[in-house]
T-cell receptor, first 114, second 115 residues
Framework: AQSVSQHNHHVILSEAASLELGCNYS??????LFWYVQYPGQHLQLLLK??????LVKGIKGFEAEFIKSKFSFNLRKPSVQWSDTAEYFC????????????FGIGTKLQVIP | DVKVTQSSRYLVKRTGEKVFLECVQD?????MFWYRQDPGLGLRLIYF???????EKGDIPEGYSVSREKKERFSLILESASTNQTSMYLC??????????????FGPGTRLTVT
């Protein structure tokens, strides 16, 4: 079965620090990759997604992610975090074949200290 | 703006009760999903539906059933609620993958407590 691993479950950073959250997936076929974010008290919302083309994708609020097929990875990055980035971040994978089922990682809680 | 609405934000039920969680989306999406979200476990797929009256089991379907009689509405049913079903339940919808702009849109969640 398809699985998604997020390496860091809880990350604490000071404002202006750089962020990298790891995500690895197990599916070997064609995949579509997502990062979702859940701010405190809010809905899950899409941060960015990769379907094809340039493996470096840019999302909202200065986030970006790089798809490295050989490493089955899709790590999320931001050069300088802000207090408002405090949230839980979920990596997700959709395999293109068969039923359109999305598998989520367990999430990473990011706390940014002013 | 896509809206996915869920019938209740908070729900408290007793063990053994039959529980209905309702979800409605207004974007004419083909796909609808039910997840539960638990600390340390992320989002786990319970059931999804890719068309009216069509459903597929997700990763944790035991103890749940679903109904999709209309395209915009997807219901999750707990036939006999148990305490281990205390959780946050999230509904989501999406277009079919082939339509280009695929992403899942989530509702606000229903926090269910079973006592």
């Amino acid at each position: 079965a398809q699985s998604v691993s997020q390496h860091n479950h809880h990350v604490i950073l000071s404002e202006a620090a750089s962020l990298e959250l790891g995500c690895n997936y197990s599916y070997g076929g064609t995949v579509n990759l997502f990062w979702y974010v859940q701010y405190p008290g809010q809905h899950l919302q899409l941060l960015l997604k990769y379907f094809s083309g340039d493996p470096l994708v840019k999302g909202i609020k200065g986030f970006e992610a790089e798809f490295i097929k050989s490493k089955f990875s899709f790590n999320l990055r931001k050069p300088s975090v802000q207090w408002s980035d405090t949230a839980e971040y979920f990596c997700a994978v959709l395999n293109s074949g068969g039923y359109q089922k999305v598998t989520f990682g367990i999430g990473t809680k990011l706390q940014v200290i002013p | 703006d896509v809206k996915v609405t869920q019938s209740s934000r908070y729900l408290v039920k007793r063990t053994g009760e039959k529980v209905f969680l309702e979800c409605v989306q207004d974007m004419d999406h083909e796909n609808m999903f039910w997840y539960r979200q638990d600390p340390g476990l992320g989002l786990r797929l319970i059931y999804f539906s890719y068309d009216v009256k069509m459903k597929e089991k997700g990763d944790i379907p035991e103890g749940y059933s679903v109904s999709r009689e209309k395209k915009e509405r997807f219901s999750l049913i707990l036939e006999s609620a148990s305490t281990n079903q205390t959780s946050m339940y999230l509904c989501a919808s999406s277009p079919h993958l082939g339509q280009g702009k695929y992403e899942q849109y989530f509702g606000p969640g229903t926090r269910l407590t079973v006592t």
